[in-house]
């Protein structure tokens, strides 16, 4: 049974959170979900099962399974994205990105893909930007800037020391945002490939109520695990303390500190996106809690803002995608489930 609680101040509108539907279909975890821009009522998810599938969101069910790996295959299956308007759909596959075009094969069934590209290392994450380029940030501690399928012509470098875990585009702008586990976020000309600024996550001071030195627990560093744009000027970052910040970006060169950081997770948090046309944040961490922000409470709270609103989740959260006030979960369970905020 999913726990569903209103937590946040009475003077604020609060959210009702329920559960949403199951999606059945897969194997394994799923590892992620995507929704298609083109397309609202697709999804695409990939799966520890090896597998990819598109889901048709009318009838809930999976209308086709792109199989990326062999069943032999160690290396598992990562970041999908659809591409353009749902003609095609790209996964990232250990160090590979791997591309399937779904236009003209009525396969239920597609087994090959019709473009791949080889990374000196193993792709965390991809952001498509610029009209087909990809960035991809690697476990080598760059960024590599791709023209489709091509071969790396850019390397973004230096400014990380560790990981890179995430990247994505300001919409709008020439810019490219990344987070990596030396708990910094660099800023970057998308075209240039030179580097703007960078903000050390790990120096922000928030302080939680439940921490104790009896606890016996150690506290995660705050790695940066994820980041959403909410238009061109809001940014959103989740990081692997339980920490939620938001950053406020103007036309200004200058990088700016987050604006607004809250404890708002027991453990890591993976997954941030927006829901909605409010500007509210939802977060999914690995307390197996998704949690609901209001900008308004934290224009009025700072850091003393509470959720507005709350759900229990029955398994760790591994991704998240956002279709109107509906919000698909990919989770460690084969079942897709969503929640929706009213």
């Not at 083109?38 to 990819?52: A, F, I, K």
């Not at 509210?280 to 224009?299: F, H, I, P």
């Amino acid at each position: 049974q999913v726990d569903c609680a209103n937590v946040g101040r009475s003077e604020l509108p609060l959210p009702m959170v329920e559960v949403g539907r199951e999606l059945r279909g897969h194997k394994d975890a799923i590892v992620c979900v995507d929704c298609c821009a083109g397309c609202p009522n697709s999804l695409v998810t990939s799966s520890e099962d090896g597998t990819m599938r598109v889901w048709d969101l009318r009838t809930a069910r999976s209308v086709r399974m792109l199989r990326a790996a062999a069943a032999s295959d160690v290396a598992e299956l990562g970041t999908c994205r659809w591409v353009g308007d749902g003609s095609s759909v790209v996964v990232a596959h250990g160090s590979r990105l791997l591309g399937f075009d779904l236009r003209g094969n009525d396969s239920v069934i597609i087994t090959k893909a019709t473009a791949s590209l080889d990374c000196p290392d193993d792709i965390n994450d991809f952001e498509l930007f610029d009209g087909g380029h990809f960035a991809l940030p690697c476990d080598d501690n760059k960024i590599y800037i791709t023209a489709g399928f091509e071969e790396p012509h850019v390397t973004l470098a230096r400014k990380h020391k560790n990981i890179v875990a995430v990247a994505r585009c300001r919409p709008d702008h020439p810019e490219l945002f990344t987070g990596g586990f030396d708990c910094t976020v660099a800023r970057w000309d998308s075209k240039t490939g030179k580097p703007r600024g960078v903000v050390n996550v790990g120096s922000l001071s928030v302080v939680r109520e439940n921490e104790s030195s009896s606890s016996g627990q150690m506290l995660n560093p705050p790695f940066v695990l994820c980041l959403r744009f909410d238009g061109p000027n809001r940014l959103a970052y989740g990081l692997g303390d339980g920490t939620v910040a938001v950053t406020t970006l103007s036309h200004l060169a200058r990088f700016p500190d987050p604006q607004w950081a809250v404890p708002g997770h027991s453990a890591q948090v993976p997954c941030v996106d927006w829901v909605g046309q409010a500007g509210t944040l939802v977060s999914a961490g690995n307390d197996k809690m998704l949690r609901v922000w209001s900008s308004e409470s934290q224009r009025l709270y700072g850091a003393n803002a509470l959720a507005i609103a709350e759900i229990g989740l029955p398994y760790l959260p591994n991704a998240i995608a956002v279709r109107e006030q509906e919000v698909f979960l990919a989770q460690t369970s084969p079942v897709l489930q969503s929640v929706v905020v009213r």
